[in-house]
């Protein structure tokens, strides 16, 4: 008795093998999402310039809204007469003892490095100048 060929049985095992582990194709899709995209990133650099700006030209700064949320307070501050504002987030302890509410002013500090912002008596943030801010950097660290 003759046995029947494998040969055919591995030649299609191999095409399989072959054709599973080539790359997929993807259509090309619309630009349109990659452009949002640029313009959000644009948007997101030009807002910390701005304030930047406003900084190092003496803006004078003021509460504008505090929104409490968990554990967590954002207090929105705002430059008096240029319309820049941003958003500073504390723990809900830290907003307690500056017993911040709109209307409150916010203190500059220049410093070497930035601007050190206060308000009601406490350090509120530090914003990095140009040369500090290429020095600054974060990383994950897995424990």
Do not use: Y
Not at 27 to 44: E, F, G, I, P, Y
Not at 89 to 118: C, D, F, K, P, Q
Request: glycine content about 8%; aromatic content about 4%.
């Amino acid at each position: 008795m003759s046995r029947p060929s494998a040969s055919p049985l591995r030649f299609t095992l191999a095409l399989g093998l072959l054709i599973a582990t080539l790359p997929g194709f993807a259509a090309v899709q619309s630009d349109a999402v990659s452009r949002q995209s640029t313009a959000s990133l644009d948007a997101s650099i030009e807002v910390p310039a701005a304030v930047a700006t406003a900084l190092s030209e003496g803006a004078k700064f003021v509460v504008t809204g505090v929104a409490a949320s968990g554990e967590t307070v954002a207090i929105t501050v705002s430059a008096v007469g240029t319309g820049v504002s941003f958003v500073v987030r504390v723990s809900a302890e830290a907003a307690g003892r500056m017993a911040l509410v709109a209307g409150v002013a916010v203190s500059v500090t220049v410093v070497a490095t930035g601007w050190l912002l206060s308000a009601g008596g406490e350090d509120l943030c530090f914003i990095p100048n140009e040369p500090a801010r290429e020095l600054i950097h974060t990383r994950r660290l897995d424990s």
